[in-house]
């Protein structure tokens, strides 16, 4: 069904891979089209409780996006990509009510590294390198990867990376606090998998606000607020009644996701 994606679903895990391995996974006009087809599916989907997003083959996760469809652009389509892009699929990633997870299995440049931090959290195997080059092409990230980055690394590291195009390799990704994990390329998959089956024992709608939260977050007084917003709603959920009880009756919860 789609031509640049590969999905397989188990245990309610959907691992999407990006398949252009022969151009290192760059990202072209049709994928991003498939990505936004894929998630539009995906928040639909009740089988579907967590996603894991990687790259085909050994070497790379996403090389950026593809360079080669850069030529035919002036200001508008440049500021067109950005934005579609964006909208298509990296805040549908950022906001998808599922944990979304990126497995960074190679280089993660450019769009593949803002697709990277788009994503809930980052596992990187140790050959895994990070890095905004945009300026070795006299361009900037288009797709919230100044703003993505400045949030997780702190304004200075972002500037330096970002001024200098330079790469990053897992371990200082992992210093950095790019990737939450650094593993062996071999064990990247399961070692995700195994996170996300602990989410899934969790209650679904309060993994779901947890995202919804982090993702309102704002030092002003609006993040607290709508924390507390969030909260209430918790409290009007079967699942925080069989939380507490299950607690108290000093056995496992049986999670329904509502
Ligand atoms: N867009 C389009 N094609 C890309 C690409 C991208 N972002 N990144 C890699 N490719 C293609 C190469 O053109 C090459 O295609 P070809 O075999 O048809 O010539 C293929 O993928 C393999 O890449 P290659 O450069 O030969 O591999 P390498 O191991 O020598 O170098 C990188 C790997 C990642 C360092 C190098 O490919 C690179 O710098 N890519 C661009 C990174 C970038 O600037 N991304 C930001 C874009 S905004």
Redesign the pocket.
């Known amino acids: 069904m789609y031509t640049t994606l590969l999905t397989e679903i188990s245990e309610g895990i959907i691992t999407i891979t990006i398949n252009r391995p022969?151009?290192?996974n760059?990202l072209n006009r049709t994928l991003i089209e498939e990505l936004s087809a894929l998630f539009d599916n995906i928040y639909k989907d009740a089988a579907v409780r967590s996603i894991i997003l990687t790259g085909a083959g050994n070497?790379?996760f996403v090389?950026?996006?593809?360079?080669?469809e850069f030529n035919e652009l002036d200001a508008t389509g440049g500021e067109e990509l950005a934005r579609k892009g964006q909208q298509m699929v990296f805040d549908k990633i950022e906001n998808c009510p599922k944990p979304v997870i990126a497995a960074v299995n190679g280089?993660a440049?450019?769009?593949?590294c803002e697709l990277a931090l788009a994503c809930h959290f980052i596992v990187a195997s140790e050959n895994a390198r990070f890095g905004q080059?945009?300026v070795?092409?006299g361009?900037i990230p288009g797709y919230g990867g100044t703003q993505r980055l400045v949030q997780l690394v702190g304004r200075n590291r972002a500037m330096q990376l970002l001024m200098t195009g330079e790469m990053v390799d897992a371990k200082d990704a992992e210093t950095y606090g790019i990737a939450n994990k650094v593993v062996p390329q071999e064990i990247l998959l399961s070692t995700v998998k195994q996170l996300l089956m602990t989410i899934h024992s969790k209650a679904p709608l309060a993994v779901s606000k947890v995202i919804e939260c982090v993702n309102n977050f704002d030092h002003n007084q609006q993040g607290y607020d709508f924390e507390i917003r969030k909260f209430g709603e918790c409290f009007s959920t079967e699942d925080k009644k069989e939380g507490a009880s299950a607690f108290l009756e000093k056995r496992k919860p049986n999670f329904t996701g509502r």
Do not use: H, V
């Open positions: 022969d151009k290192l760059a070497k790379a090389a950026g996006a593809d360079i080669s280089f440049l450019g769009g593949g080059p945009e070795n092409l361009i």
